[in-house]
């Protein structure tokens, strides 16, 4: 099968493969370790994508999951068959209707793209790149594990 070219990232950036990536880096930032760089990188698609006329914002939907407030919205986007949502900015709540709820019989369709392939797609298209930490040591690593005797003392003794 063609499969895994249609998908290839450097060979078509699509609206509809464009979309998936999106939504794979979406799916994968909700249990991400850091899911900051991946949430920034499906906002600064979904903006160009917009800002393109390659995507439309349909209107705000309540959040499922306000931070600190009772309610909170959120702009749902169409960018190819996929829906998306980002945070609003001030403009979008003069523009957008507001449509309630959110439909939680709606899905995405189902992709299979690897995160891989998904983040070098979106970083080629939104000039983003990833910067790479320097691995933190632990201190345990440094220092090989030792046992140490427990010290007892009486009570109202000074440990030092």
Avoid: W
């Avoid at 895994?4 to 078509?12: E, G, I, Q, S, Y």
């Avoid at 464009?18 to 799916?27: E, G």
């Avoid at 009772?70 to 945070?87: C, N, R, T, W």
């Avoid at 797609?121 to 005797?149: C, D, F, I, W």
């Amino acid at each position: 099968m063609d499969d895994h070219k249609r998908l290839d990232p450097r060979l078509n950036p699509t609206i509809e493969n464009l979309a998936r990536a999106i939504y794979v880096v979406n799916r994968h930032a909700k249990t991400a370790p850091n899911p900051k760089y991946l949430y920034a990188l499906k906002k600064k698609a979904l903006l160009k994508l917009v800002q393109e006329g390659k995507a439309t914002k349909k209107g705000l939907h309540f959040s499922n999951n306000p931070k600190l407030s009772q309610q909170q919205s959120d702009v749902l986007v169409l960018a190819g068959e996929y829906y998306f949502h980002m945070p609003p900015t001030k403009d979008d709540f003069d523009q957008l209707p507001h449509l309630g709820s959110l439909n939680s019989t709606y899905r995405n369709p189902k992709t299979h793209m690897s995160l891989t392939k998904a983040k070098i797609l979106l970083q080629n298209y939104v000039g983003m790149k990833e910067e790479k930490k320097p691995k933190s040591h632990n201190y345990r690593t440094n220092k090989a594990r030792t046992y140490e005797k427990p010290v007892f003392k009486r009570l109202g003794e000074s440990y030092r």
